[in-house]
């Protein structure tokens, strides 16, 4: 293409914030104009990044649509965008899922909509910059800049102690960034630009690598959230409004994974593969640890919380198996369950915005009332359950067949934990859905309407069609996932033990 598609798709939402600060008139007025130059800015985008697949080009596994002009030239620092078969597809889920969550705030969010709307276009392009930087420096802008938006949705529309739940969420993911920028200026200092392609080419000492990996670690196991570093998100869920819950399970999450990928793989195999057993030692404990204390849970966004810190250990168990299978698994984990948490939440927020409580204890028998809230609930049950036929299975049984190949028993840990996920998923419908209509309140509760209809049948077909025909998402991030394990040197299999006991024992493998 001949104009600036990714400039455009990524600053577009900045028209729409102008606009919110020009409105003027009574408060109601502007609200109510707000939320339809939200909507339609962010539906525009959206419309933008859907070309954007059309003219992708699956046979070129590298960079497209780059675009590349001095920035600071002195410094080797350049204004450096482009995607390829890996990112793509997580800038489209950024943009599918704004206006959703525009929608989703439509009658929930009364007071100060106008701020509250240019809160989420500000995040919608800071996280597409995020997957579409090709440079550290505008990266690191993208990536620690989208922590303001998102602190002032929890803090400012949050409930009762969204204070207290921004500041965790703010300060965690700080402190790991902090050694994200060390990491940065070490590269910089060592290769003299801050392009990624150009480092991600630069072959670090082994020393230097493990301290790099380190670094990186600690800010993309914070944003996952790998466990032990998990502990902000179920405080942070709970107390954001249902559409801030949406884009941090959907899309923020996702940025962790897409940073192992784009940077721990690449630049670090040697520290990549010396970690493995770590990595897979945390990846299965957060699996089953937090489906058990899922199992506990009496708040149903806290449950849906934990669940998603177990599907990211199946995603970090999919990347780190350095098989074909096993990241594009790892891939797939994180776009089907951006699409199916961000309804699971919406799902709470529709009996939330009725009852004013996320209680389980005080839902039962809604099939009674809402039957088409209890289909559309069914649908994204089963679908975080990894039911065949749905976008969840498809992901799951690729990183799992990468499990088996790299390690039996992290495979086996992992299949139990899918079983304990089906256990608390199931446990959750039957308490809300099914019974007897017994509490007084719920017997006037009300369907689904017509605009929360509108916002849930996208994503069930979405759900529908990644999980019976996965092929063109598949084949548009093969290219560049084989590009990635050729250039590092990771098409290989590992085996548990390797020569010196310590580090694994690499053979070259064809994976397909």
């Not at 739940?165 to 700080?174: E, P």
């Not at 299965?284 to 204390?293: D, M």
């Not at 915005?353 to 649908?379: K, Q, S």
């Not at 089906?422 to 605009?451: C, H, Q």
Request: net charge neutral.
């Amino acid at each position: 293409m001949d104009w600036p598609i990714l400039s455009t798709i990524t600053f577009l939402p900045l028209v729409g914030i102008l606009a919110l600060v020009l409105l003027r008139g009574e408060a109601a007025v502007v609200a109510r104009n707000a939320r339809y130059v939200a909507l339609w800015t962010s539906i525009v985008t959206f419309a933008l990044s859907l070309v954007l697949i059309g003219a992708f080009d699956t046979a070129n596994p590298d960079y497209q649509f780059v675009e590349k002009v001095p920035w600071l030239p002195e410094y080797g620092i350049n204004y450096h965008l482009g995607v390829d078969g890996i990112s793509i597809f997580l800038l489209v889920l950024t943009t599918f899922l704004t206006p959703i969550c525009v929608l989703a705030s439509w009658d929930s969010i009364q007071s100060r909509v106008r701020e509250y709307m240019i809160a989420f276009l500000a995040m919608e392009v800071l996280v597409v910059g995020v997957f579409c930087a090709l440079d550290f420096v505008m990266f690191y802008i993208f990536f620690e800049g989208q922590l303001i938006p998102m602190f002032l949705i929890i803090g400012v529309w949050g409930g009762d102690r969204r204070v207290y739940s921004a500041f965790k969420f703010f300060l965690y993911t700080l402190v790991g960034s902090v050694l994200f920028l060390l990491a940065i200026l070490y590269m910089y200092l060592q290769v003299g630009t801050t392009d990624i392609p150009t480092i991600a080419a630069h072959t670090f000492s082994r020393e230097a690598q493990i301290w790099l990996w380190l670094a990186l670690f600690a800010s993309f196991a914070v944003k996952l959230p790998m466990w032990p570093f998990h502990t902000w998100l179920p405080d942070a869920h709970v107390e954001a409004p249902t559409a801030g819950s949406v884009i941090l399970a959907g899309i923020l999450l996702k940025m962790g994974g897409y940073g192992f990928i784009r940077f721990s793989l690449p630049m670090m195999p040697e520290a990549s593969e010396f970690f493995t057993p770590f990595v897979f030692t945390l990846s299965v404990i957060a699996i089953v640890y937090t489906s058990l204390v899922a199992l506990m849970q009496e708040d149903m966004k806290k449950l849906i919380a934990y669940s998603s810190v177990a599907h990211m250990g199946i995603v970090t168990i999919g990347i780190f198996t350095f098989t074909q299978q096993g990241i594009e698994g790892g891939i797939f984990q994180m776009l089907s369950h951006g699409i199916v948490s961000a309804a699971l939440f919406l799902c709470v927020g529709v009996v939330y915005d009725r009852e004013h409580t996320r209680a389980i204890a005080a839902y039962g028998g809604l099939v009674h009332r809402m039957p088409i809230y209890a289909v559309v609930f069914l649908v994204f049950t089963l679908a975080s359950v990894g039911l065949p036929g749905t976008g969840g299975f498809v992901g799951e049984f690729l990183a799992v067949i990468g499990a088996f190949k790299a390690n039996t028993w992290v495979a086996t840990t992992a299949l139990i934990g899918i079983i304990l996920g089906a256990a608390y998923m199931l446990w959750l419908y039957r308490r809300v859905i099914f019974g007897e209509l017994t509490k007084p309140n719920l017997k006037t509760i009300t369907d689904l309407s017509w605009r929360e209809i509108g916002v849930f049948v996208p994503l069930i077909g979405l759900t529908l069609f990644m999980g019976i025909y996965p092929k063109p998402i598949l084949e548009v991030m093969h290219g560049s996932v084989t590009k990635l394990m050729t250039d590092s040197q990771l098409a290989r299999v590992i085996s548990p033990v390797g020569g010196d006991g310590l580090t694994p024992t690499i053979m070259i493998a064809d994976e397909r």
